[in-house]
């Protein structure tokens, strides 16, 4: 107690620079304990069900289909019959419907599932039951399952809700359960569930991938037992259904790691950032205490000479760190709870368990230990070297020039330089990107382009063709209002709605020759809303309807990829094996992100591919929002019964597409700029410390003839030689976490060597302004005051 009331007293002497190490400490543990906390919530800790960690996502891959995760319901029943690994499997799929429970229809969130699906990630029902096998069977009345939220919202917590009689779609339900508030539905978030054959299409398809597929580990399998039992399931459905399965692999992956997904690369990657950060501060830290040390050097001395032993001494200085540590850690938490919320309020859409961040006992635990680790890495160093002083030059001389000393704290600036150089030039190659991804220029006018979903009711078009004859008329009526330049109808495109895939292939070709490819259903004047040239060929026509020849549209790159060199038109290819004939070539979407692959896509007629569903695409010659009450009331004048979602411009889906780009920059430059202050600080202080401790000398010079000017190059040359040595080391290491860092994070720009010049030319000004002013104060030293500073 009384070395750690020694230790306080001696550091309140010093305020700026107790509060100066303290702030540095804080800012580091505040910005790393904010990061891990994030880590924390959407990496490291369990999902919130028991067993999560034995639970699996399983993926049917394709070369064509990177980055997605999909699966065919009837494959998976395939795996589970012939799995032994997999104890049990699940099947999901977000899917609208509109729920009618005595008065107007209420449109859901709403999503289809297996039982197998709730079984897997254990959820319960808070009343009632959830989805049974029975429930599959045809011909019964839809079984509904209500999320706990839905059944709050929709129905007032009805507690008699179980049992009530509704109609989803105009056919006939029954409320069957409601689920637990804690109820955990992988991948998939949904108002209301209803089986599996509830879709208005077919889900035994084996082509139709647009599924979630979960599964459990059988009591002592492996995760890698499961992968090499899959890939022997795989090769003889591969065998079996050669049409759907000749291309596509099966992957498994932990549940916890699917759902973090690509952020998951993004946060480790941050997490190391701001670590880097921290051990700049600690350098920082260090010095100012080695600064302090040498200043104490006489005390020392004769607190040695009068019989203090080395752990004695050495004790005193590590209790400064410890009380620096504390100071540190308390500001530091309490910086990170704000910064915590921060973060999840700014955070962009799709980060997964975002509800689940906070600053708990865990974090602060975290913190508290980080803390102590610093006090290891900034403050031993410092007490070791107070233990070594030369008593007898100490007090014959007055002050010991400290040479070990100085060239640890020239090696601690070397290393921030180096850290922050690594920093910045990451910053550097996210800022390409980000700025690549602004550019980005789809091919069309984006501007004054609009879509919005519809959904025609089941209960009153009783099949595909009818629905699609009112969504076609919902579009003829959209056109003709003033302001409206063209409109079409299309099941996706780019900037909105989702990817469907299927095996496309040259007709007469081997089966093996076929590509994985997307897929859309579109109407005639699609193109021509949307503002994407036909490069040959024809659009597709109101005649091509069901008794018409099958046909198809192409864009380039299927084109090339199917008939390279060659002129597709009137050439056969096959959709999932139905063969159709190619009428129009459309030109290439360029890929967002830039720089990667333009997909394989393929176009079918609406009427020849009739869902109940569309998105209405339309082209206004002014601003399509001004534009959205008149379209909703020409919509519900012309079919109430139709559902039309929120119009949303293709300007305003590109921005939600630079959110996260943009976030991650933003954090990006703040880590590197905080490091970039952090290192010029620590090089000042390095330099006021070597000015100040040199006063007797430059003292000297000065009287003795040298040019001030002289006297502040020698300073300049100083700093410049440090910064030099850590931007050399710094360049090295660059390439090394470059590699780590496309290795997390992929489809980034390659790093040229502008970028790296340019950040080595920032820090280069920084530096030299940081080594300015050590440099002005030496150059204006009076003599005579230097002279008798001792």
Request: glycine residues 10%; contains cysteine.
């Amino acid at each position: 107690m009384n070395d750690l009331q020694t230790a306080v007293r001696r550091l309140r002497r010093s305020p700026g620079a107790t509060a100066a190490m303290i702030g540095t400490l804080a800012l580091g543990i505040a910005a790393v304990t904010a990061t891990f906390t994030v880590v924390d919530a959407v990496v490291l800790r369990p999902l919130p069900f028991p067993g999560s960690e034995r639970v699996l996502v399983l993926c049917e891959t394709a070369p064509r289909l990177a980055g997605f995760c999909v699966a065919s319901p009837p494959n998976v029943e395939d795996w589970a019959h012939a799995s032994r690994s997999i104890e049990r499997f699940g099947v999901a799929r977000d899917w609208s419907f509109r729920l009618r429970a005595g008065g107007e229809p209420v449109p859901l969130g709403g999503g289809v599932a297996t039982p197998g699906y709730f079984e897997v990630s254990g959820a319960r029902a808070r009343l009632g039951r959830l989805l049974r096998s029975e429930d599959l069977e045809r011909g019964r009345p839809v079984a509904v399952v209500l999320a706990h939220g839905a059944w709050q919202r929709q129905f007032g917590a009805d507690p008699a809700i179980v049992g009530r009689g509704v109609t989803v779609d105009g056919r006939d339900a029954t409320i069957v359960g409601v689920l637990a508030e804690d109820a955990y539905t992988p991948m998939l978030q949904a108002d209301a569930w209803l089986p599996l054959t509830a879709m208005a299409d077919d889900p035994t398809n084996r082509g139709w991938r647009g599924f979630v597929a979960i599964g459990r580990l059988a009591p002592g399998a492996t995760l890698e037992a499961a992968r090499q039992e899959m890939t022997v399931v795989r090769a003889a459905l591969a065998a079996s259904y050669p049409a759907t399965n000749r291309e596509f692999g099966v992957e498994l992956h932990a549940l916890r790691e699917q759902t973090a997904g690509a952020l998951r690369g993004t946060l480790w990657t941050f997490l190391g950032a701001v670590c880097c950060v921290l051990l700049i501060g600690c350098a920082n830290v260090a010095s100012l205490m080695l600064v302090r040390g040498t200043g104490r050097s006489r005390e020392l001395a004769v607190r040695a000479a009068l019989g203090a032993g080395r752990a004695r001494l050495a004790r005193e200085t590590l209790f400064e760190g410890v009380v620096l540590a504390a100071g540190g850690a308390a500001v530091g938490l309490l910086l990170s709870w704000w910064t915590v919320r921060a973060l999840v309020t700014l955070a962009p859409p799709g980060v997964p368990r975002l509800a689940e961040i906070a600053v708990d006992a865990r974090v602060a635990a975290f913190g508290t230990i980080l803390s102590l680790a610093t006090v290891l890495l900034f403050a031993l160093v410092p007490a070791a070297r107070a233990t070594r002083v030369d008593l007898v030059s100490v007090l014959q001389g007055g002050r010991t020039t400290d040479s070990g000393g100085a060239r640890l704290r020239r090696g601690l600036v070397v290393a921030q330089v180096a850290v922050a150089l690594v920093l910045l030039t990451g910053a550097g190659v996210l800022a390409q990107s980000v700025a690549a991804t602004v550019r980005w220029n789809p091919g069309f006018d984006t501007r004054h382009v609009a879509a919005l979903w519809l959904l025609a009711p089941s209960e009153e078009y009783r099949t595909g063709i009818e629905a699609v004859a009112a969504l076609e008329r919902a579009s003829e009526a959209v056109r003709e209002l003033p302001g409206v330049v063209a409109t079409g109808v299309s099941s996706a495109g780019p900037l909105f709605g989702g990817v469907e895939t299927a095996t496309v292939g040259a007709f007469g070709r081997p089966a093996a020759e076929a590509v994985a490819a997307r897929w859309y259903d579109v109407g005639p004047g699609y193109f021509a809303a949307l503002g994407l040239g036909l490069a040959r060929g024809r659009d597709f026509a109101p005649t091509d309807g069901p008794g018409a020849p099958a046909v198809a549209v192409v864009n380039e790159s299927m084109a090339q990829r199917l008939w390279p060199g060659a002129d597709p038109l009137g050439r056969e290819l096959t959709v999932e094996g139905a063969r159709r004939a190619v009428v129009g070539v459309v030109r290439d979407v360029p890929p967002l992100p830039p720089g990667t692959v333009a997909a394989a896509e393929v176009f079918l007629p609406k009427r020849q591919f009739p869902r109940w569903g569309t998105f209405l695409v339309f082209r206004a010659s002014q601003d399509p929002g001004a534009l959205e009450r008149t379209i909703r009331q020409r919509l519900a004048a012309l079919d109430p019964g139709l559902e039309v979602g929120r119009l949303r411009t293709l300007d305003e889906a590109f921005g939600r597409q630079l959110v996260s780009p943009r976030f991650a920059l933003a954090l990006a430059g703040a880590f590197a700029a905080v490091a970039l202050v952090l290192a010029a600080v620590g090089l000042y202080g390095v330099l006021a410390f070597s000015v100040a401790s040199r006063t007797r000398e430059i003292g000297v010079r000065i009287a003795l003839g040298a040019a001030p000017r002289a006297v502040a190059r020698a300073t300049v040359v100083e700093g410049v030689r440090l910064v030099a040595a850590g931007l050399g080391l710094g360049l090295v290491a660059g390439v090394a976490s470059d590699r780590l860092l496309r290795g997390l994070v992929p489809d980034l720009p390659p790093l040229d060597t502008g970028t790296r010049a340019t950040a080595a030319l920032v820090f280069t000004l920084v530096a030299f302004v940081a080594c300015l002013v050590p440099a002005r104060r030496a150059s204006r030293l009076d003599p005579v005051s230097a002279l008798r500073v001792e």
